[in-house]
T-cell receptor, first 113, second 115 residues
Framework: NAGVTQTPKFRVLKTGQSMTLLCAQD?????MYWYRQDPGMGLRLIHY???????AKGEVPDGYNVSRLKKQNFLLGLESAAPSQTSVYFC????????????FGPGTRLTVT | GQQVMQIPQYQHVQEGEDFTTYCNSS?????IQWYKQRPGGHPVFLIQ?????EVKKQKRLTFQFGEAKKNSSLHITATQTTDVGTYFC???????????????FGRGTQLTVWP
């Protein structure tokens, strides 16, 4: 099993450009999450999904959109990138129930100039 | 809203010294998890605590969950260079959070170990 994979690993955007980050998991997990990590700020939840076709806002959703058309995939979109969105983005997944261990992908390092 | 505070933000120790990081929540947690992130890596699950007052050990690591389920700690005995990384606590809210799968992460404690 590959676990959680993310593409791309690195990306440089210019202000105003758009892009989509792809997260895929092969563990048949119901829940999926997008986090951003900035120095000293820990992991902040952007959006999450508790099932195919459903999404919800997290702590810092502004400037991002998501879609969960297939259970195994969770897409994060930036419609008009801003320098404040320079960050490392992590996708994670988990299975519903009492034990909610999250499995993280390797991350995408995004720079917006 | 739900907040999980973690201290200290940074800790520098010499190899062989002990290390402790503390996590406090503004509200009662359903459970608490601990993750470790190596430099340049991604967070990796270490353990979950569920019961009030629970203590779990993994070799040199000791995890505690407070009686009120609002605080937790991770203690590492006799640190080694392999312990280097950032340790995060993450809690599930005591109300609906557990069914929604959402974790509230602390900001992490970055541990540096000098050989």
């Amino acid at each position: 099993n590959a676990g959680v994979t993310q593409t791309p690993k690195f990306r440089v955007l210019k202000t105003g450009q758009s892009m989509t980050l792809l997260c895929a998991q092969d563990m048949n997990h119901e829940y999926m999450y997008w986090y951003r990590q900035d120095p000293g700020m820990g992991l902040r939840l952007i959006h999450y999904s508790v099932g195919e076709g459903t999404t919800a806002k997290g702590e810092v959703p502004d400037g991002y959109n998501v879609s969960r058309l297939k259970k195994q995939n969770f897409l994060l979109g930036l419609e008009s990138a801003a320098p404040s969105q320079t960050s490392v983005y992590f996708c994670a997944s988990s299975h519903p129930g009492h034990f909610l261990e999250q499995y993280f992908g390797p991350g995408t390092r995004l720079t917006v100039t | 809203g739900q907040q999980v505070m973690q201290i200290p933000q940074y800790q520098h120790v010499q190899e062989g010294e002990d290390f402790t990081t503390y996590c406090n929540s503004s509200t009662t947690l359903s459970n608490i998890q601990w993750y470790k992130q190596r430099p340049g890596g991604h967070p990796v699950f270490l353990i979950q605590l569920v019961k009030s007052g629970e203590v779990k050990k993994q070799k040199r690591l000791t995890f505690q969950f407070g009686e009120a389920k609002k605080n937790s700690s991770l203690h590492i005995t006799a640190t080694q260079t392999t312990d280097v990384g950032t340790y995060f606590c993450a809690g599930t809210a005591g109300d609906r959070g557990s069914t929604l799968g959402r974790l509230y992460f602390g900001r992490g404690t970055q541990l540096t170990v000098w050989p």
